[in-house]
């Protein structure tokens, strides 16, 4: 039974930080690839950024320079730090796990970007 705990979610200015989080269980963390993706209203989820447990690191070309995927496997735990938000960054982020038993996800957290 996985369990992927978000945090972090929230209203914020364009312009500003939010830290998301998101706490992982029933899986082998360390093994395990990790992601975030997004979907906003009426549009697929996509990718986002994508942390692999060597440490790889992929990201959305529209988040490059601005997001940064983190994780500590002590915490069993993987980040997401995003800057400069803007409006467009709008969506409810997910965050998943990619396992040796198969692909899981977490609730889904809402960033809200506005003024």
């Known amino acids: 039974q996985v369990q992927l705990v978000e945090s972090g979610g929230g209203l914020v200015q364009p312009g500003g930080s939010l830290t998301l989080s998101c706490a992982a269980s029933?899986?082998?963390?360390?093994?395990?690839?990790m992601g975030w993706y997004r979907q906003a209203p009426g549009k697929q989820r996509e990718l986002v950024a994508r942390?692999?447990?060597?440490?790889?690191?992929n990201y959305q070309d529209s988040v490059k320079g601005r997001f940064t995927i983190s994780r500590d496997n002590a915490k069993n735990t993987v980040y997401l730090q995003m800057n400069s938000l803007k409006p467009e960054d709008t969506a409810v982020y997910y965050c998943?796990?990619?396992?040796?038993?198969?692909?899981?996800w977490g609730q889904g957290t809402q960033v809200t970007v506005s003024s």
């Open positions: 998943n796990a990619d396992s040796i038993s198969g692909r899981s």
């Open positions: 942390i692999t447990s060597g440490g790889s690191t």
């Open positions: 029933g899986i082998i963390f360390s093994i395990s690839d």
